[in-house]
């Protein structure tokens, strides 16, 4: 089992930035890739970007690239998001997931999810 825990959203004003926080806790992560995704109210949840936690690998979603940013803190557990420019359309619980890592990222699985962190960016 892996517990997943986000932190770090709030109201933004556009423009503005904002780091997101997932602390996992469980089982070790070496094995693991871990992704954010978002929901924003009326549309279906979209993937974000990803990582392999063991070596640090990371995969966009094509219209996510720029703005956002994936890192994580191995000896922390801890993966992060930096959102940079934000706009009024990121308005969304943002959700952290961890899945078995596979080769290809389409393969992977996201079992645990954290409760999500409401993001909201006021124009």
């Known amino acids: 089992q892996v517990q997943l825990v986000e932190s770090g959203g709030g109201l933004v004003q556009a423009g503005g930035s904002l780091r997101l926080s997932c602390a996992a806790s469980?089982?070790?992560?070496?094995?693991?890739?871990m992704g954010w995704f978002r929901q924003a109210p009326g549309k279906e949840r979209e993937f974000v970007v990803a990582?392999?936690?063991?070596?640090?690998?990371?995969y966009y979603a094509g219209s996510m690239k720029g703005r956002f940013t994936i890192s994580r803190d191995y000896a922390k557990k801890t993966m992060y998001l930096q959102v940079t420019s934000l706009k009024p359309e990121d308005t969304a619980v943002y959700y952290c997931?961890?899945?078995?890592?596979?080769?290809?990222?389409?393969?992977?699985?996201?079992?645990?999810w954290g409760q999500g962190t409401q993001v909201t960016v006021s124009s």
């Open positions: 990582i392999k936690w063991s070596t640090g690998i990371t």
């Open positions: 469980g089982r070790t992560l070496s094995n693991y890739a």
């Open positions: 997931a961890a899945g078995g890592s596979r080769e290809n990222w389409s393969d992977i699985k996201y079992d645990y």
